[in-house]
């Protein structure tokens, strides 16, 4: 897996949209992968930066393919737990008045991941999603 | 990167990235706009939650001042991300 650590801050995505374009033209992958990638990774990434103000520590995000599947990973340490898998829905039939703007980022993982799975231990969360790729 | 251009018709055409890295900038832009208007996503390239939050937030806002809000141009996979969020049902998407 490739990995790199960014800082905890959301002007990181410029340089973690960057690794995701290296990794993707190194192993081969169509650039038409990369929304898909940039969006399952700047939401769960942004969720981080948010919601686990506590800590300073960089977040490891981590890159592989398997086979005709994109494997991300993304690992925060010494955080409380927050698991994406199982934040509560958004109402799609709610009147365009009565939305909230937040939640939706979470929405999204759901909708364009193939798997999201959370793990938490040691004060540590790991979210590893996989995306099916686009030939 | 996010470049937004106003124009004096009311149309603010988008060109990039609009990523949540992007937001400090894109909402006072989003708030100076008063009137009707169209936002042109011919040159953007992909959209996050935090730059529909803005643009959610916008239409709100146009539309309870009795304006209206036009997003036109929208590439399949961003129209796509919009219908994620039950979007294209309830804004006006050309």
């Known amino acids: 897996m490739a990995e790199r650590q960014f800082k905890r801050d959301v002007q990181s995505l410029d340089t973690i949209f960057d690794f995701v374009a290296d990794f993707l033209a190194a192993n081969g992958i169509p650039p038409s992968n990369s929304f898909n990638a940039n969006l399952l990774i700047e939401e769960l990434f942004t969720n981080m930066v948010k919601y686990s103000k506590g800590s300073t520590g960089d977040v490891t995000i981590g890159l592989s393919r398997d086979g005709p599947t994109l494997v991300i990973r993304l690992v925060d340490h010494g955080v409380d737990a927050f698991d994406v898998a199982a934040a509560r829905e958004v109402d799609l039939n709610q009147p365009i008045r009565e939305r909230r703007s937040g939640g939706l980022g979470l929405h999204f993982v759901r909708r364009v991941a193939d798997r999201v799975e959370y793990e938490y231990k040691d004060r540590t969360s790991t979210i590893t999603v996989t995306k099916r790729l686009e030939p | ?94």
């Open chain 2, 1 to 94: 990167m996010l470049d937004i251009q106003v124009g004096a018709e009311g149309t603010i055409r988008l060109v990039g990235r609009f990523d949540a890295s992007q937001a400090d900038k894109a909402e006072p832009i989003f708030k100076s706009i008063r009137m009707s208007a169209v936002a042109d996503f011919t040159e953007l390239d992909y959209i996050s939650s935090a730059g529909i939050a803005i643009i959610v937030e916008t239409y709100k806002r146009l539309l309870d001042a009795g304006h209206t809000f036009r997003l036109v141009n929208l590439n399949p996979r961003i129209r796509t991300v919009f219908g994620y969020a039950g979007l294209d049902k309830v804004m006006q998407i050309d």
